[in-house]
């Protein structure tokens, strides 16, 4: 019997230090994205990497995969439903195909005049209401991160829509888009991002439309001889993080990636637009692709072209939430 209890003994107590070991392990957070390290979103997420450690004081470990390494555009949503990762900072565009339709209204062309217009969203009461919906999904919503405002690149020179006419362009899954290419006359190609490098290069997409800063880092540039700087449509990303694993975190912990998160986004959206600025330089000083700045006449064509996407897509994105918009930014719609 004393060795039944002794060895009892001996077998809890080495439980007891294996789960004590145990809780002294950080958390781990894997941040998973699918640009380059050295983009905006890349480099917002390092940076929130470094201050999840220093605020928690090593508690949590934040693992960050970029470049598609650990999963592509179609897969990390899944990934992150399932809690195969715990964080991920998705295009704005990627939450209409898991059914919340209204995150579509940042893909409506020219709805946002610049980023202090954006960020009257982003920041303000619809962006809240916006990052709610995510919620049933199992997903909680933390912050938007800037990337910045898209412009069209091609092989042949693009000064007008007609000249987008008949060209296979390159979206991100999203019926906005669809429907912002067909508006141009050009055929709408649904693309990982990973991919469209390549695409590219042989010829199965003719262009596509990007911030300079994706374009830039993905060498697209090298494949692509021309770039009309349009503005055309914003690509952002909401911060999001499994919600059954970010509730079950210990609430100082929770309090302290908050933090962390907020320092974190106010860094990458400062830096949103140097980096496209610096890459638009690069882009121009590569000497492969010749760089284009539409007239205020040849804008003016584009905005006429693509404005009437907002109307058909109100049965879609919701009116009430294009109203919202509109009023938090000031836009008034084309007559």
Excluded: C
Excluded at 21 to 49: C, D, L, R, Y
Excluded at 56 to 62: D, H, M, Q
């Amino acid at each position: 019997m004393k060795l039944k209890l002794s060895a009892l003994f001996v077998g809890v107590t080495a439980a007891a230090f294996s789960f004590g070991a145990f809780a002294q392990q950080p958390i781990v957070i894997k941040f998973s994205h699918v640009v380059a390290a050295n983009t905006p979103k890349g480099k917002g997420a390092e940076f929130f990497a470094q201050k999840a450690n220093e605020l928690t004081k090593g508690k949590v470990k934040v693992e960050v995969y970029a470049n598609s390494t650990l999963y592509k555009d179609k897969e990390e949503m899944e990934a992150l439903q399932l809690g195969a990762v715990q964080m991920l900072a998705p295009s704005l565009a990627k939450f209409g195909p898991l059914g919340v339709k209204e995150f579509e209204v940042f893909d409506l062309p020219y709805i946002f005049d610049g980023y202090d217009k954006l960020h009257t969203v982003t920041t303000g009461e619809v962006g809240k209401q916006l990052l709610a919906k995510l919620e049933p999904k199992g997903i909680r919503g933390l912050a938007y991160w800037d990337n910045g405002f898209k412009s069209f690149s091609a092989n042949t020179p693009i000064k007008m829509p007609a000249d987008l006419k008949g060209k296979k362009l390159r979206i991100q899954s999203s019926k906005v888009l669809e429907e912002q290419i067909r508006a141009l006359g050009a055929l709408p190609q649904q693309m990982a991002f990973s991919e469209v490098y390549q695409a590219l290069q042989t010829g199965v997409v003719d262009g596509t439309e990007n911030p300079i800063s994706n374009l830039y880092t993905q060498k697209m540039h090298e494949v692509q001889k021309h770039l009309a700087i349009t503005d055309h449509g914003y690509l952002g990303y909401a911060v999001i993080v499994n919600k059954k694993f970010w509730d079950g975190l210990p609430a100082d912990v929770r309090k302290q990636l908050e933090d962390a998160m907020e320092q974190s986004t106010r860094y990458a959206n400062q830096i949103a637009k140097v980096e496209n600025d610096e890459s638009l330089e690069a882009v121009k000083k590569s000497g492969k692709t010749t760089v284009y700045v539409p007239t205020k006449e040849e804008k003016a064509a584009f905005m006429k072209a693509l404005l009437p996407v907002h109307q058909k897509m109100e049965s879609r994105i919701g009116k009430e939430t294009i109203q919202a918009v509109y009023k938090a930014t000031g836009f008034t719609p084309a007559k």
